[in-house]
């Protein structure tokens, strides 16, 4: 059977609106780690993120909305348990945003080394491999440029990964610059 868990109720919490299915909507760094430490604090996200304040703005908000959903959807991913999840995540800029700051850096640095932990967020995958090694998801990982039917495309492709046992469930993931939505199919 497959259920889509879907927003019906918007909370606030400082200065963020976010949605019961993981719609994370956030200014900058600062706030998405206050949201990261206050969700922590109440138990929405049960147990620390590993690494989460070198992420980049693109894998915090990705993983925020992957942890909202998965509350929601009452699914317990402590660090002991795998779950058969898969990810597939869409976004129009691709990762332009975290290529800018490599080769800015890269310029600064003297055109000699751009840092290692700028370069792996110029892959568009970097923030859903983040979500999937944090939350234990060991089904599919795509990323996927939303051309023609967009995200509805994008679920209709994760619900036959299901119906061909690729997983028991797939989360899909929209972000931008400073928002992020998720959804989950079981």
Not at 35 to 47: D, H, S
Not at 110 to 124: E, S
Request: proline letters at 3%; a positive charge; aromatic letters at 12%.
């Amino acid at each position: 059977m497959l259920r889509l868990f879907l927003a019906e109720k918007t909370y606030k919490m400082f200065n963020y609106r976010f949605v019961n299915s993981g719609k994370i909507i956030v200014m900058g760094n600062t706030e998405a780690k206050k949201l990261y430490l206050k969700l922590l604090g109440r138990g929405v996200i049960p147990c620390p993120i590993d690494n989460f304040t070198r992420f980049n703005l693109d894998s915090k908000l990705v993983c925020l909305a992957v942890a909202l959903t998965l509350h929601k959807a009452k699914i317990d991913y402590r660090r002991l348990k795998k779950l058969d999840i898969g990810i597939i995540g869409t976004n129009k800029e691709g990762a332009f945003f975290s290529n800018l700051a490599y080769y800015k850096d890269y310029i600064l640095g003297g055109q000699v080394l751009g840092r290692a932990n700028l370069f792996i967020y110029t892959l568009p995958s970097s923030p859903l491999a983040e979500s999937a090694i944090n939350f234990r998801l060991t089904g599919p990982l795509l990323y996927m440029y939303p051309e023609g039917s967009g995200k509805n495309g994008i679920i209709e492709f994760s619900k036959n990964l299901i119906k061909l046992k690729q997983a028991e469930g797939m989360l899909v993931v929209n972000w931008s610059k400073n928002r992020a939505d998720c959804i989950l199919i079981i």
